[in-house]
């Protein structure tokens, strides 16, 4: 069983970087797809930033495509999320997401057949 988890989460101040991982477990991490989403208190969740498995491309929200920037490293199972002035309204938990069968990036929630338990990001103003 393919398992996800997601590290790096915390307290920032705004206009603070911050690098998410996502370590992924018992599956071909390298035929993953993977994104990350997030949820805001009282929100719906909300796709950030994908990746494909063997063409690495990548797709990003409009939101945060100047702000932030996924990336992988097949040899460390991982998946990152580089997150760079942090604003208060980034506040929320983050959670990265895979998709097996060696496609390209996908950032419908629906697409994704595992998912990581979430990390808090919090940035204070």
């Known amino acids: 069983q393919v398992q996800l988890v997601e590290s790096g989460g915390g307290l920032v101040q705004a206009g603070d970087s911050l690098t998410l991982s996502c370590t992924v477990s018992?599956?071909?991490?390298?035929?993953?797809?993977m994104a990350w989403f997030r949820q805001a208190p009282g929100k719906e969740r909300e796709f950030l930033a994908a990746?494909?498995?063997?063409?690495?491309?990548?797709y990003y929200a409009d939101s945060v495509e100047d702000r932030f920037v996924i990336s992988r490293d097949n040899n460390k199972n991982t998946v990152y999320l580089q997150m760079n002035n942090l604003k208060s309204e980034d506040t929320a938990v983050y959670y990265c997401?895979?998709?097996?069968?060696?496609?390209?990036?996908?950032?419908?929630?629906?697409?994704?057949?595992?998912w990581g338990q979430g990390t808090q990001v919090t940035v204070t103003s």
């Open positions: 018992g599956g071909t991490f390298s035929s993953y797809s």
């Open positions: 997401a895979g998709r097996g069968g060696g496609g390209s990036y996908y950032w419908h929630d629906y697409d994704h057949d595992s």
């Open positions: 990746i494909g498995s063997k063409d690495g491309r990548r």
